[in-house]
């Protein structure tokens, strides 16, 4: 066999400097010693030279001057492009042809009219050049080139040079054929469709932007596909490929990396999917043709589809009730009417004899396609086809499968094709633990918790089968929305210059997409409404995890409510960043109670603010420039008065106490504020502005505590009997609080078990960070629940 590559470039600019630096790397990166490139004429020159052409015909004086243009531009290009040698023989030919072209301009001037042969005679002659320019610039980079019109190629068979460019008289869209016809006659190993618009993926990317490259077909899926108005296959031009059992590769121009799809005989055994992908054909009407008269009549299906065809109406798609009761078939929108009137024509005696009642067009609908050969006598493949279908609310109007069993096809509204493809699209080839999320609140910890899931995506999915789809960011005031997922890596750019004004029930609604196996929002605000809105979310069937504390400190009733839905809906409400950040304080707890321990006491430094604040303050620089060195440092909450006043903290140990079962409101526990009175009702931004009020009342505490030998802690506090506070507190050195450092909070739990030594956790409480880290391991959580091996 011939080490022959052929290649068929169709609507891609090779006249000029990258193009032809492209041509050259994939050229020289192709396996095969021998390469023949078949030139279809670049759409531009083709359009100006359809222009020149009309302007001739009606004998327009501007034809001279944009005769010289042209001149101008190709010989400027040419200059440009080619060293001095080769360069020179190109203009001279394209000198020549510049002579020849002005020849048959005059005779179009003449006789007023474009005939056939001269469209095709200056079509080829551009393409020659194109050809001539491509050769030499491929000769220049150590390929040895030639090239050939297509005419003399027909006799080819053999090809001794690197490369072969063959050029002329193709038709735009006819490359494809002719390269493939060349290949086959070659005994080349293959042939290469290059296209200038996009790979081949398992549905229109445009709709699902989560689509993927079909990696490889079989002729019989490619033609079905084809036929489904897949884009970039050309079923004719398999024709020739297929006789000669060549592979046929389709790649793309814009993405020169990607070895794109392989279309061969055994095509559907390589991937392990039976369906290779779903198709579309949009502006479809079905034409209905009903009658109690038609059933057992012999003749009626042959008798229509004969007409249809007399009428040359193509027909899409055919289903008919076994009952024979009525027969149904898809056309072209646009041929929805003569359709009718040709059945109704041939009808006419039943019309008249009412054995057929009707015949009657419905337009606006779409066929949907699922495409693959391995489906044949897979049971299940069908049902799961109509149940995703089913699921995403599409009504199926009429249903056909070939008998081939490449295909199953529903007829739907044309209006819900996108949800359709979407809903397939994820039912058959989104993993089963693809998550679509939603992040409100990307500050803080919100923003660092993108970065972190960036970082890890990618292991995640090859690790886990884990495939986290950032769906939706919100703030405060915006929002961005992505069918397919923000990139977590970029989504700053995206968000300022996409994101618009939030909508928070489309937000959720969009989230929820019942086409994604999973769902999930984090919240990393610190909003009540959005807390107040976790049992709806869980009702529809959305997991969530936040770090906000909200709902786990919200009314008792709500409390409740929103334990009872998870347990119920089996939907997750994750929220271990609420306590001690990252450190794993909410699970030890659970942990403990469930394993039947009884927990007597929790007392803890729990707010790393206020840990790292009383840590560093020795009187040297005022607490409030600490204050504002911590809010810098993203350990505060937005408003540092929810830290400062110890409400924070109180927060904190209801959190805890109703981990015990005790049933109990912030409102009801002590909580001992170092926010002075004055500062009280100020807004976050004068608060901090006024911030240097809060220094003497530390000051005096420092003082005293220092006085006797002992440190500033701030603590709190779930007592034997369940109640809670949270106040000041002053311990001696020894004492394990007043060994602390930095943002650690020091949680100890005394229990049955861990009676005369409690147990400790100790670590940073607060931060970017931890937080993040935490709620990203919240994330994997809910991913080995949803049965990842993690
Ligand atoms: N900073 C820490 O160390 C830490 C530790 C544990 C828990 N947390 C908790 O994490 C959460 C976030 O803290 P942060 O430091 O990142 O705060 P932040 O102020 O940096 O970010 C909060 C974000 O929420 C957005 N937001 C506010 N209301 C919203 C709403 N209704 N809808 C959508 N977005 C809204 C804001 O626009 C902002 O982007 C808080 O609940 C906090 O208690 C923080
Ligand atoms: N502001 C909080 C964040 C952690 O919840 C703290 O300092 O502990
Ligand atoms: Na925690």
Not at 296 to 318: E, Q, W
Request: glycine share 8%.
């Amino acid at each position: 066999m011939n080490d022959i590559r052929v290649h068929a470039v169709e609507s891609i600019n090779l006249v000029s400097q990258d193009g032809l630096e492209k041509l050259i790397r994939i050229l020289q990166s192709s396996g095969e010693a021998h390469q023949v490139v078949v030139l279809a004429p670049f759409t531009d020159v083709n359009l100006e030279l359809n222009n020149l052409l009309h302007v001739a015909m009606q004998r327009d004086e501007r034809l001279w001057s944009m005769q010289e243009q042209r001149f101008t531009r190709w010989t400027a290009l040419v200059e440009d492009l080619l060293a001095v040698p080769a360069g020179t023989k190109v203009l001279d030919r394209i000198k020549q042809g510049f002579a020849d072209m002005e020849d048959i301009l005059r005779s179009i001037w003449l006789v007023q009219e474009i005939s056939e042969g001269a469209k095709r005679y200056a079509g080829a002659l551009c393409d020659s050049w194109v050809a001539d320019i491509a050769c030499h610039w491929a000769n220049l980079h150590d390929l040895s080139s030639n090239l050939l019109g297509y005419a003399d190629s027909q006799k080819k068979h053999s090809v001794e040079e690197a490369v072969l460019f063959v050029y002329g008289a193709v038709k735009d869209g006819q490359s494809e054929y002719a390269a493939a016809s060349l290949a086959a006659q070659l005994g080349a190993v293959g042939v290469t469709f290059w296209n200038n618009s996009s790979l081949l993926h398992n549905a229109d990317h445009r709709e699902v932007p989560s689509a993927l490259v079909i990696r490889s077909l079989s002729y019989a899926e490619a033609t079905e596909l084809s036929f489904f108005g897949a884009p970039i296959i050309h079923s004719h031009a398999l024709v020739p490929a297929i006789a000669a059992s060549l592979d046929v590769q389709l790649r793309c121009w814009k993405e020169e990396q990607d070895p794109g799809t392989i279309i061969s005989k055994h095509g559907d055994q390589i991937e392990p999917n039976r369906v290779k992908g779903f198709s579309i054909i949009h502006d479809i009407a079905l034409i209905n043709v009903e009658g109690a008269g038609m059933s057992g009549v012999i003749g009626i299906a042959s008798r229509l589809f004969s007409a249809m065809r007399k009428a040359s109406i193509s027909v899409v798609l055919i289903s008919q009730a076994s009952s024979e009761y009525s027969i149904c078939f898809a056309v072209p929108e646009h041929e929805a009417e003569r359709a009718c009137a040709t059945a109704k024509k041939e009808f006419a005696p039943e019309l008249e004899a009412a054995s057929i009642q009707s015949i009657e067009a419905e337009t606006g609908l779409a066929v949907l396609a699922a495409v693959g050969q391995q489906m044949t006598g897979q049971a299940g493949v069908a049902g799961k086809f109509f149940s995703s279908l089913g699921k995403a609310g599409v009504n199926v109007i009429a249903i056909a499968q070939g008998s081939s069993e490449t295909n199953i096809s529903a007829v739907i509204k044309g209006s819900d094709s996108k949800k359709a493809l979407r809903a397939l699209h994820a039912r058959f080839f989104l993993s089963k633990r693809a998550i679509s999320v939603g992040l409100l609140g990307p500050g803080n910890i919100g923003g660092t918790l993108l970065q972190q899931i960036s970082k890890e995506t990618i292991r995640l999915k090859e690790q886990f089968g884990l495939d986290i789809h950032i769906r939706g960011i919100a703030n405060s005031r915006k929002m961005l929305l992505d069918q397919d997922g923000i990139d977590p890596g970029d989504w700053k750019e995206r968000f300022e210059n996409e994101a618009v004004e939030l909508d928070q029930d489309l937000f959720t609604r969009h989230i929820g997409a019942t086409y994604f196996p999973h769902s999930l929002i984090i919240d990393c605000t610190t909003s009540s409404q959005l807390a107040e809105q976790y049992v709806s979310w869980l009702e529809s069937g959305i997991h969530v995890i936040t770090p906000n504390k909200k709902a786990g400190t919200a009314p008792m009733e709500y409390y409740q409510r929103l334990l009872e839905t998870s347990m119920r809906t089996g939907k997750r409400f994750l929220y271990e960043t609420t306590v001690g950040a990252g450190l794993p304080i909410i699970w030890t707890l659970k942990d403990l109670v469930q394993t039947g321990d009884t927990v007597h006491r929790i007392e803890g430094i729990v707010s790393g603010t206020l840990a790292w604040l009383f840590s560093s303050y020795d009187g040297s620089v005022p607490f409030s420039a600490l204050v504002r060195q911590a809010k810098e440092m993203g350990y505060t909450e937005p408003d540092p008065r929810d830290d400062l006043s110890g409400m924070d903290v109180g927060r904190k140990t209801v959190i805890l106490a109703r981990e015990l079962g005790y049933s109990l409101e912030v409102e009801d526990i002590p909580i001992q504020s170092l926010v002075p009175e004055s500062l009280d009702g100020c807004s976050p931004s004068e608060f901090m502005e006024r911030l240097e009020a809060i220094d003497p009342v530390i000051e005096a505490a420092y003082k005293e505590a220092v006085a006797k030998g002992e440190k500033l802690r701030y603590v709190g506090i779930v007592d034997e009997r369940g109640n809670c506070s949270a106040s000041l507190k002053s311990y001696a050195s020894d004492h394990p609080f007043a060994q602390a450092s930095g943002t650690d909070n020091v949680i100890c739990f005394t229990t049955d078990r861990y009676l005369s030594q409690p147990l400790v956790i100790k670590g940073p409480g607060a931060g970017r960070e931890v937080t993040a880290g935490g709620v990203f391991s919240d994330i994997l959580r809910l991913a080995a629940y949803l049965g990842a091996r993690i």
